[in-house]
């Protein structure tokens, strides 16, 4: 029976190795070697190409990456929390709705949620002209970073909520009667029950958010405009606009090199779901 269920993954693990892990080999393979006037790699080893991004401005690139997705995954969790805590405690039926107001955008292509987005922040969009109701002048804040910024938040809020309602939705609501009938406070009991449960929510929350978050690209480009780059940015330079597939494999391995760190720190986090709550592993 065994044998027979191993023989079932075969079809599986080819597909993994076909879409997975040949082009990564491919990738890593472009980012080690040299193009010199060939269409082909020379495969000569190299290291330039990761010099050449550590010692260029396209480190910055990558920092600035890095720093935004850590501002979008902290304003979405700011948000979400409350909003994933407040659908945790209404009627069942009511939770249903909301949770499907959540889901429903992420039904529509992100590119026409983004451009949306544009005819909102814009110079004649709907929030100068709200603005200019009250007498105030606005000039749009369209192409900027904040304008990046509530674009990403906007796009990746629904993956921190729900995973933090599912998470919220297991507490039992005995703990916290009994917590507040042996006289603990709101505050007490929200740190020292509530959130505490809630963590493998939460840490599910932060990598589901930030992974898409620092390699986005669609976002930078259509609310920062042409000249607004981030990796993921830098990424596509590379491969479709100057045709250097090295250094661009080379970027493409430092952003994966990345993720997997995250995903790491996401198997930590299912370590502490594993032991029922106490020390967090890292």
Not at 5 to 23: G, H, N, S, T
Request: proline share 4%; aromatic share 14%; glycine share 8%.
């Amino acid at each position: 029976m065994n044998q027979s269920l191993k023989r079932l993954a075969y079809p599986y693990l080819l597909w993994i190795f076909i879409m997975i892990v040949v082009p990564f080999f491919l990738v890593f393979l472009y980012s080690i070697t040299s193009n010199k006037g060939g269409s082909s790699a020379t495969f000569k080893f190299t290291l330039d190409h990761y010099i050449a991004f550590f010692s260029s401005t396209n480190f910055n690139i990558l920092s600035k990456s890095i720093l935004l997705a850590v501002q979008t995954t902290v304003l979405c969790l700011l948000f979400g929390f409350p909003v994933a805590w407040i659908i945790s405690k209404i009627h069942i039926r009511m939770q249903n709705v909301l949770i499907l107001f959540f889901i429903l955008p992420m039904w529509i292509n992100m590119l026409l949620r983004t451009y949306a987005w544009q005819i909102i922040l814009g110079r004649s969009g709907i929030l100068n002209y709200l603005f200019s109701l009250i007498g105030v002048t606005f000039n749009g804040i369209l192409y900027t970073d904040a304008a990046v910024l509530i674009g990403m938040v906007y796009n990746f809020i629904p993956f921190m909520v729900l995973p933090i309602y599912t998470t919220l939705i297991k507490i039992d609501d005995d703990l916290i009667e009994a917590a507040s009938d042996l006289g603990a406070s709101t505050k007490e009991i929200f740190l020292k029950i509530i959130f505490p449960l809630s963590i493998p929510g939460v840490v599910t929350g932060i990598i589901m958010v930030f992974l898409p978050a620092v390699s986005s690209f669609a976002i930078p480009r259509l609310l920062g405009g042409g000249d607004y780059i981030l990796i993921g940015n830098l990424i596509e330079k590379q491969f479709f606009l100057l045709g250097n597939w090295n250094f661009g494999s080379a970027i493409s391995v430092i952003l994966m090199i990345i993720i997997i760190l995250s995903m790491k720190f996401m198997k930590k986090s299912d370590e502490y779901k594993s032991k029922g709550g106490g020390t967090l592993p890292w």
